[in-house]
């Protein structure tokens, strides 16, 4: 079973520029996510997707970031304009759909780490 | 406001060590609790998880975890580590029905050869 693809795995660009992360899912898998995770810190989830549709997207700062899944599988995320705060590394994840537990346990794949200089 | 907090930031053990890292949550209702683990350059999986039945659950690697439910606890323990076992561990609590995790902060464990 192929795992979570995410590129590109590093990114560095400058404050105010903009950038785009790339993420397909396990086949399957309904469920998206995208977390942020800053160094010394624990996953945050940026927003969180079931099919096309958005689940959560309560903590995505949304006056710079967004994200699309237009067919239900691949997703991008876009930083734009970036900030010196970005840096940081960028995980997707993805999981079955559904109500059973199953749907709980999340894939993750190997994150894009941004510097933003 | 749900949350985890994980006890120890840094942990540093010698080989044949045993260890314990510490995970609490604060939410009333029914949680599902994850161990997540990162070894260095690779990407975050699952170690173990505990949905209901048996409070001990075993994972891969020799780590086994104990839900205390009065203890809103979810420790994550090995009796001999290893310097394999160098990596970040991460405690995670599920609820709700939109199946979102929440996670600690993280324990970094260095184990010295």
């Known amino acids: 079973e192929a795992g979570v693809a995410q590129s590109p795995r590093y990114k560095i660009i400058e404050k105010r520029q903009s950038v785009a992360f790339w993420c397909n899912p396990i086949s399957g898998h309904a469920t998206l996510y995208w977390y942020q995770q800053i160094l010394g810190q624990g996953p945050k989830l940026l927003i969180q997707f079931q099919n096309n549709g958005v689940v959560d997207d309560s903590q995505l700062p949304k006056d710079r970031f967004s994200a699309e899944r237009l067919k239900g599988v691949d997703s991008t995320l876009k930083i734009q304009p970036a900030k010196l705060e970005d840096s940081a590394v960028y995980l997707c994840?993805?999981?079955?759909?559904?109500?059973?537990?199953?749907?709980?346990?999340?894939?993750f794949g190997p994150g894009t780490r941004l510097t933003v200089t | 406001a749900q949350s985890v907090s994980q006890h120890n930031h840094h942990v540093i053990l010698s080989e044949a060590a045993s260890l314990e890292l510490g995970c609490n949550y604060s939410y009333g209702g029914t949680v599902n609790l994850f161990w997540y683990v990162q070894y260095p350059g690779q990407h975050l999986q699952l170690l173990l998880k505990?949905?209901?039945?048996d409070p001990l659950v075993k994972g891969i690697k020799g780590f086994e975890a104990e839900f205390i439910k009065s203890k809103f606890s979810f420790n994550l323990r090995k009796p001999s580590v290893q310097w394999s076992d160098t990596a970040e561990y991460f405690c995670a609590v599920g609820t709700g029905n939109n199946r979102k995790l929440i996670w600690g902060l993280g324990t970094s464990l260095a184990v010295n050869p």
């Open positions: 994840a993805s999981s079955l759909r559904g109500g059973g537990l199953a749907a709980y346990e999340q894939y």
């Open positions: 505990y949905f209901s039945g």
